[in-house]
């Protein structure tokens, strides 16, 4: 999104340090909803420091889950995967703030939840390689395609967060 390149210094070295402020999409999965796991989810990621600026509840269809999933469409699960995305509404959010996009992927955890380490939201809340509660979007790059196939630029909402001084330092945000 935004970003500045600002010379740091602590002591006599010098440091080039390229601030990038990212957006990255997170579906919340039928399983979070039907769970009742919706707050607990959002709440860590806005105790992390992160700026919720759009959010809906939608209910997916095939149509988008190929598009979506199609790196996965020749796997064997896939249709169990595009029925467990179709049993309940998902809620998408873009969540804003620096380097959104791998330190989401890292709260996350990995994919098959059973590896996940303790602490990550599927290492906390699921045992499933299927059913992991959320979907995050795995690169800068796929992050903006994730974001334009679920929201429209009005979706978005600008606002001043008045705590970005106590969250970052001046040069990184
Ligand atoms: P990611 O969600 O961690 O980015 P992807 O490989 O992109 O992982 O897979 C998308 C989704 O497909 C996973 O979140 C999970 O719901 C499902 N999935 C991935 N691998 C498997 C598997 O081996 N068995 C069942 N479901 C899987
Ligand atoms: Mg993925």
């Not at 935004?2 to 957006?23: A, D």
């Not at 998902?90 to 996350?108: F, H, T």
């Not at 800068?140 to 969250?167: G, H, M, Q, T, V």
Request: proline residues 5%; hydrophobic residues 40%.
């Amino acid at each position: 999104m935004c970003g500045c390149s600002e010379p740091r210094t602590q002591g006599n070295l010098v440091e080039h340090i390229i601030f990038v402020m990212e957006r990255t999409l997170v579906i919340l999965k039928p399983g979070c909803l039907q769970r009742g796991l919706v707050g607990e989810v959002i709440s860590r990621f806005e105790k992390r420091g992160l700026k919720l600026v759009a959010m809906k509840m939608v209910q997916l269809d095939e149509e988008i889950l190929k598009v979506h999933y199609a790196h996965l469409l020749d796997r064997p699960f896939f249709p169990w995967l595009r029925d467990g995305m179709m049993a309940a509404p998902v809620i998408l959010c873009c969540w804003e703030g620096y380097s959104a996009v791998q330190v989401v992927r890292d709260m996350a955890g990995a994919t098959k939840a059973s590896k996940a380490v303790p602490g990550t939201i599927r290492g906390d809340f699921s045992l499933s390689a299927q059913e992991n509660v959320v979907h995050t979007s795995d690169s800068i790059e796929n992050a903006e395609i994730e974001l334009k196939r679920f929201f429209k630029d009005e979706d978005y909402c600008d606002y001043k967060s008045p705590l970005d001084p106590f969250k970052y330092a001046p040069d990184e945000y």
